[in-house]
Every structure is written in C-alpha cells, then in structure tokens.
C-alpha cells in the first residue's frame, strides 16, 4: 500500500492505495471523477487522458506512485464554472462528437498540443490527434473543431 | 496486473542497493513500455524501481563534439530541446515522430533503447551515429549494444545511464510508420562523419536494427540517393508478417534511405545559406 498525495482539478487529495493502482483509477475509483473514460487500457486510444503537471498522458498507462505530488487535470477542471473551455465550446458548436466516449480524452489531448502550437496545420493536427481514436465521427468535425478552438484561444 | 512494490529511487546508488536485495526487480522509466507488458502478464516483477526522477539521468549537454543525453530524458524534451535542434536536427525531429503525443510526453531515451523493440526508432540513431551508451558499469559502443530482437548487451542489474552522440557532419531520418502505431515498418538513419565515412542503420524491416554496410560503402563513395539505386537489402532474415513481406520491407529500407539521403542535401544547403 502506499499514501498518494496529489491535486486534482486545484483540490489537494489524499489516497491510500495498491502499488499496483493505475491513475486512471484512482481518478475515476477514488476520486470519483468519472469524465475519464477507460477505451482499450492498453495505451492505444487516449480516451484516458489527462493533464499530468501540464502534458497530456494516457492515464490508463500511468501507476498512481508516479503521479505522487503532481497536478491532475481532468476534463471535469476543463470549464470555469458555467463557461465551457474554448475546447469544449468548439467541440460542441463544430459537432465533434457522436456517442461522446473518446470526447474527454481528445479535449484533454487537443488541449495539450495547442498549448505547444496555437496554430497548428492540418499535418499538425493530424499528427496531436494521433493518439487518439475516435469509432464515431471519422475524425472530420473533430479537425475542425480543432481549428475554431485554435483561433478561439488566441485572440 | 500482478501486485507489486514501487519504489520511486532518488539516486544511481540507491537503484544498485534495491537491484541486488530484490532479483526479480524491474527499473521503470516511462513506463510505456513496460506498463502494458505487466498488465499482459508478460512481465512480472516483484517490485518496480522507479528511474525517472534521478537527476544523474537527466540533462542534455553539448561537449567537444558530442552530444550527451540522459538516460531518463522524454521523447518530448529530445523533441523540443534546441540544443539537439543545432546539434543533431534529425535526432530531434526523430524523437518528434515516435509513438504519439501522450506517449512521448512519458517515454525515455533509456527505455527505448534498452526495450530494443525492433521497430522503434532510437535505435537506429544510435546506431548510425555511432553512439556510447553509458551505463552504471561500463560504456558499450552501440555497435556492440543491440543483439536483435529485444536484446541488447545490458546485463542484469545494468542500468542506462546517458548516451553520448558523436555529432556528425550530416545526418537525416526517414520512416514509414505503420499506420495504427506509428512504429516503423523500416526507417533509415544516415549519417555521415568527416569526409568519407557514412554510417546507414535499418530499423523495423529485421529482427532487430542493422546496420547497411554496401549502402554505407557506396555513399562513402558518392553521397547521393543515386549511390543505392543498383543495391538491394538482403531481405533472407526480414520480418515478414500481415503488414508486409520480406521483399517489401526490404524494398521500404531503401526507399527510405534514398530519402533520407536526399533529405541529407537539403538540410546541408539550408544550412550553408543561413536557413533553418
Ligand atoms: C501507443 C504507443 C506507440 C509507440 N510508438 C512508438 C514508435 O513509433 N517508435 C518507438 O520507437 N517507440 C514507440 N513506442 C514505445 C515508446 O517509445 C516507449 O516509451 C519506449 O520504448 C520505452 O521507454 P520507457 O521510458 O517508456 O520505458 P519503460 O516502459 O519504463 O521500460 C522499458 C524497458 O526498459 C527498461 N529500462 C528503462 N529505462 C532503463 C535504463 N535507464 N536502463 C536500463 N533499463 C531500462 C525497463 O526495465 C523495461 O524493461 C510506443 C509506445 C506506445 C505505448
Ligand atoms: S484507455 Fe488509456 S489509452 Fe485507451
Ligand atoms: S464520438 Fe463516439 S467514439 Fe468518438
């Protein structure tokens, strides 16, 4: 067993747990954050994916012990209280999701890389969108989505 | 996956303690290897050391020609680092194509060479470049390191310390990745060193990376993509599989050599007239 401590969303928390936890269950297990989804736990379709200390992992691929101390953020610390994040509000308005079950991790991932290219190409955002996989939508309104939030974030 | 203990270690020293008390420890870098080779029960240690926080692992430094890389380093940091960028661009750009976002946020240099999985990528920079891979007993030239498919010379208990990059006069990296996971079918790393000596490592296309010594020998000749049009890699001991056969991936070896060395020009002239 082992003591985690970590902040999720700016809330400092505090779990005793198995060595053997992964982050995307003491996430969704224990801190009961439930927006990270578990696609194929097998580091392949990202729809685990959060902020680890400001980079985008997939969470499934994470042990608890290695998040001891950092920041976590999880689509739920997406929004400001009512305001959607420019993310979330493109994704809504370009109809970049269908069943909605990759939708947290690629907000998270498409997050993380304009974070490092506010204005990236369609190359570019082929490239950020490769660790995620999306089985509804075929990825077209997920691009564009990309964009609008991408020229929504830099002004 | 199996239970275990984790153990985050703090110094070089303190890994050697905890590998010699436990023989069925593991070092855990990234972990995006080694991750999901536990929760296949293909691994399973009894305890995981933790190498990613050491500092005596990390940092990047350019020194009298050679370009030092710690073992702990991130595909992202190798990605964005401008000291690789000036000092080995394909380097950089190599490590801005492996895997994906996520997994280059998290990988290691260490990891990947110490995996040796036939198709990635770092293997066959270290290889064409001629690198030293430093370890906590000796150093291993990396013609020496990688053993095929999934070895290497690392012994137990070994662990990868920093690798050092002669830095060479050209150097360029093409791959074809596979198109769900971004590992190569075969890349080409070229690199040239003084005047005449080019070193060409395949990755993906064998059992492990190799390198192409009738392509080296030409382009030692002529550096030009028309130097390996008459070759052919020896596709006997290829990888065949449901992606590809022998032949193609040894055909995919030198179409990706072909390209490397053309983009080998192109840099070297953008260099010389003061463009990026
Ligand atoms: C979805 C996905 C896509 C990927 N695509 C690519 C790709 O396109 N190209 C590519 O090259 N790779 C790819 N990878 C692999 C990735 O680059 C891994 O990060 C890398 O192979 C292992 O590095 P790691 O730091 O995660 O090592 P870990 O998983 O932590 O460890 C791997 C092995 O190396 C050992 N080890 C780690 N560090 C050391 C050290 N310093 N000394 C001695 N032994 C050590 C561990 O004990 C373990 O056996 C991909 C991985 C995933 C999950
Ligand atoms: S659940 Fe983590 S990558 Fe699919
Ligand atoms: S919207 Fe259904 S998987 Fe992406």
Redesign the interface.
């Known amino acids: 067993m082992?003591k985690i401590e970590l902040k999720i969303n700016g809330k400092q928390h505090s779990f005793d747990v198995?060595?053997?936890t992964l982050l995307v269950n003491l996430i969704r297990d224990h801190a009961q954050l439930t927006g990270t989804h578990v696609g194929c736990?097998?580091?392949q379709c990202?729809a685990c994916?959060v902020h680890?200390n400001g980079?985008?992992?997939?969470s499934c691929?994470?042990?608890a012990?290695?998040a001891?101390g950092a920041d976590i953020t999880t689509i739920e610390g997406m929004a400001k209280g009512d305001k959607l994040h420019p993310v979330q509000q493109a994704f809504t308005e370009c109809h970049a999701l269908q069943c909605g079950f990759c939708t947290p991790g690629m907000i998270m991932?498409v997050s993380?890389?304009l974070k490092?290219n506010p204005k990236p190409t369609d190359e570019e955002i082929y490239r950020?969108l490769?660790?995620?996989l999306c089985r509804c939508t075929g990825y077209i309104n997920i691009v564009k989505a990309v964009k609008q939030a991408a020229v929504a974030m830099s002004k | 996956m199996r239970t275990f203990s984790y153990v985050k270690a703090t110094s070089l020293k303190q890994v050697g303690e905890l590998l010699a008390a436990n023989a069925d420890a593991k070092l855990l870098a990234g972990g995006m290897t080694l991750i999901p080779t536990m929760k296949a029960r293909l691994a399973q240690p009894s305890h995981l050391i933790d190498i990613a926080g050491i500092a005596e692992l990390s940092g990047i430094e350019v020194k009298d020609g050679k370009l030092t890389i710690g073992a702990a380093t991130k595909h992202v940091e190798v990605a964005k680092s401008a000291v690789v960028k000036k000092a080995i661009p394909a380097l950089a750009y190599l490590a801005s194509h492996i895997g994906d976002p996520q997994v280059r946020n998290r990988g290691t240099i260490g990891g990947s060479l110490a995996n040796n999985d036939p198709a990635a990528d770092y293997p066959s920079a270290a290889l064409s470049l001629n690198a030293t891979i430093v370890t906590s007993k000796r150093e291993i030239a990396a013609d020496d390191f990688f053993q095929g498919m999934f070895t290497t010379a690392l012994e137990a208990g070994e662990v990868v310390v920093k690798i050092v990059f002669p830095v060479p006069a050209k150097a360029a990296y093409e791959k074809f990745p596979h198109p769900a996971s971004g590992y190569a079918m075969a890349g080409s790393f070229v690199s040239q060193h003084g005047k005449n000596v080019v070193r060409v490592a395949i990755t993906g296309a064998g059992p492990g990376v190799f390198r192409w010594k009738d392509a080296e020998a030409a382009l030692g000749k002529k550096l030009a993509a028309a130097s390996v049009e008459g070759l052919s890699v020896d596709a006997t001991d290829l990888n065949e599989d449901m992606h590809g056969t022998k032949e193609y991936r040894a055909n995919l070896a030198k179409v990706m050599t072909k390209r490397a060395v053309a983009k080998l020009a192109v840099t070297a002239a953008a260099s010389k007239s003061g463009g990026k």
Do not use: P
């Open positions: 082992a198995e060595d053997r736990d097998t580091s990202g994916t680890m980079a985008a992992v997939k691929t994470v042990l012990g290695q001891n991932a993380g890389f490092d950020g490769e660790g995620n």
